[in-house]
C-alpha cells in the first residue's frame, strides 16, 4: 500500500515520497562557464523512468523552470502526457536563462515574471494549471517575496496554479511569508539525515505547511556513491553552496558522518538510500521527500521505501544518538 501525505492547508494528496527532477534537465551552464546541470542525461530513460514512477505508486513531481533551461519541465510534460490526471506537479520561478544555450544568466523576483514563468511552464508542461507553483530564490529578503503574494492569489483565483510555496532554508523568511499567504501551503528546504532543519520543521507545523526535502540523498552521497564526477556536473564542479562534493569526490568530512549511520541506516535490510528516506518518513509526518533521479534502477530503488515504510524506531533512534555529538557541533557553528 503506497504511504500518502498531504500538502499542508491545500489539502492535496500526494504519494509519501515524490521525483525531484533536476537531474533529468540535462546541462545547465552559468556565464562563467560553472555547471549548474547534472550532466547529459538520456530523455527516453528519464521517460521510462517517470512511467515506472507513476505504476510504482507516485504522484508528486517537482521541477523548475530553469532546470536544464526548460528541459525537464519538456521532458516531464511528455512522459505525463495522458496521464495528467494521475498526478500532482509542482514547479518554481524566479531564475532567468536562455532556452537555446543553456545559460543561466540571472534572477527576476517581479511580480510580472511571475506570471510570464508559469505561462512558459504550462506551455512546456502541456498543462493548464500547475499544482504547486514555488519561488525559487532562498534568500529573497521576506518584503519581496511578501510583495508576490497578491499577484500568486490572483493565479490561483484563475485556477491556473491550485496553491503556492517557497523554496527556501531560512525559517523566519518562510514564517513571515506563510503568515500572510493564505494559499501558501509548502516550504520546499534543505533536509536530510545529514543536515536536519529542526528549526524549519517547527515552521511547517505552526502554519500548517508540508515539508518538501530537497537534497533528500544529499544529491547522491547517501546513495553510497564515491565515482569521480565530471566537470559538467554541478556536483564536480561544486559552488559555494553545496558542501557534500570537493573535486567532484564526497567530502571527507560528510562521508565520515554517512559510514558512522550506514550501519543504523541499513539495519532492516534496506539500501542505504532507502534507509536516508525512511529516516525522513520518521522524522515528520509532514516531510515529502524528493530524491532526484536519471534512471529506472533509481526511481525503482528509492520508491521501495513506500512499502518498507518509516525508519523503525530503533534504528531511528540510533542514527540520532550516532549524530548528536556532530549536529549540536553544527548548532554552535551558525550562532
Same mark, same amino acid.
Given at each position: ?32 562557464? @560553472? ?15 517517470? =512511467? ?30 495522458? /496521464?495528467?490526471?494521475? &498526478? ?47 519561488? =525559487? ?53 534543505? @533536509? ?56 567532484? /569526490? ?6 565520515? /558522518? ?39 534502477? @533509481? ?19 540510533? &542514527? ?16
Amino acid at each position: 500500500m503506497t504511504i500518502t501525505r498531504v500538502l499542508g492547508r491545500s489539502g492535496i494528496e500526494v504519494s509519501a515520497i515524490g521525483l525531484g527532477c533536476w537531474a533529468i534537465g540535462g546541462p545547465l551552464w552559468g556565464e562563467d562557464g @560553472q555547471p549548474y546541470g547534472w550532466g547529459e542525461v538520456d530523455d527516453d530513460e528519464s521517460v521510462r523512468a517517470i =512511467h515506472a514512477a507513476l505504476d510504482g505508486g507516485v504522484a508528486f513531481f517537482d521541477t523548475a523552470s530553469n532546470y536544464g533551461a526548460g528541459h525537464s519541465e519538456r521532458v516531464l510534460g511528455r512522459a505525463l502526457a495522458g /496521464r495528467r490526471d494521475r &498526478v500532482v506537479i509542482a514547479t518554481k520561478f524566479g531564475h532567468t536563462f536562455q532556452e537555446a544555450t543553456r545559460l543561466a544568466t540571472g534572477t527576476d523576483h517581479r511580480p510580472a515574471y511571475a506570471v510570464a514563468s508559469l505561462q512558459e511552464s504550462l506551455r512546456r508542461l502541456g498543462t493548464d494549471h500547475v499544482d504547486l507553483f514555488q519561488l =525559487h530564490l532562498n534568500d529573497l529578503p521576506p518584503a519581496a517575496a511578501l510583495d508576490l503574494v497578491d499577484t500568486l492569489e490572483a493565479e490561483v483565483t484563475k485556477g491556473t496554479i491550485r496553491a503556492y510555496g517557497w523554496s527556501t532554508d531560512d525559517p523566519a523568511s518562510a514564517a513571515a511569508f506563510a503568515a500572510a499567504a493564505p494559499h501558501c501551503t509548502a516550504i520546499q528546504h534543505d @533536509q536530510s539525515v545529514l543536515r536536519d532543519n529542526a528549526e524549519m520543521l517547527a515552521v511547517c507545523a505552526a502554519h500548517d505547511l508540508a515539508s518538501i526535502n530537497r537534497g533528500p540523498l544529499a544529491m547522491g552521497l547517501l546513495t553510497g556513491a564515491t565515482r569521480s564526477l565530471g566537470t559538467d556536473d554541478v556536483r564536480g564542479r561544486a559552488p559555494e553552496w553545496l558542501h557534500w562534493f570537493v573535486d567532484g /569526490r564526497p567530502a571527507p568530512e560528510w562521508a565520515e /558522518r554517512v559510514g558512522r549511520v550506514r550501519a543504523a541506516l541499513t539495519a532492516d535490510g534496506r539500501t542505504l538510500a532507502q534507509g536516508a528516506l525512511g529516516w525522513l518518513l520518521a522524522r515528520s509526518p509532514r516531510t515529502v521527500p524528493i530524491p532526484g533521479f536519471r534512471t529506472v534502477a @533509481q526511481v525503482e530503488e528509492n520508491l521501495a521505501t513506500l512499502a518498507l515504510g518509516p525508519l523503525p524506531d530503533d534504528a531511528y533512534a540510533e &542514527v540520532e544518538r550516532l549524530l548528536a555529538d556532530l549536529r549540536s557541533a553544527d548548532a554552535g557553528a551558525k550562532v
